[in-house]
């Protein structure tokens, strides 16, 4: 067997049934959004990080930082939100399997704790760097 057949089994075994092309990306789509909703809906954490990633947007943008300035502030912003959905994911699961005390549960909740924390770390070095570069140099 030479390796094009067998990569070529072996992404033939990895599709699944269902829609394919386009009408896969919509679905995807969909369900993408319906969890945006519900981070949104279900989680005060998740709107706080999106109102810091709002309000330092905006805050580069009146600041005059540029465009890879405003970029990068707002792909840093997004990192955030997402790192929060994240974090909300895998509280959901965790919450979902019980509620006893689980030492395994209690890791996974503060490492996607930790996750946000260090990615709110990041939006802020990344917002002091834009700050600086536009004040200083």
């Known amino acids: 067997m030479t390796i094009f057949s067998f990569v070529t089994v072996c992404i033939m075994k990895m599709n699944k049934p269902g829609t394919t092309g386009v009408k896969r990306i919509i679905n995807a789509s969909k369900y993408s959004m319906s969890g945006l909703h519900d981070c949104w ?3 005060p ?10 309000a330092l947007v905006c805050s580069s943008v009146i600041m005059g930082f540029g465009f890879w300035g405003i970029v990068s502030t707002l792909v840093s912003g997004i990192l955030l939100v997402a790192a929060e959905a994240v974090n909300t994911a895998i509280e959901a699961v965790v919450d979902r399997t019980g509620s006893h005390k689980d030492e395994l549960g209690r890791m996974a909740k503060d490492v996607g704790s930790s996750i946000v924390f260090l990615v709110m770390i990041s939006v802020l070095i990344v917002f002091a760097a834009n700050c600086y570069c536009h004040f200083f140099k």
Do not use: P
């Open 41 to 43: 809906t279900n989680e």
């Open 45 to 54: 954490a998740f709107r706080q990080d999106f109102m810091l990633g709002f």
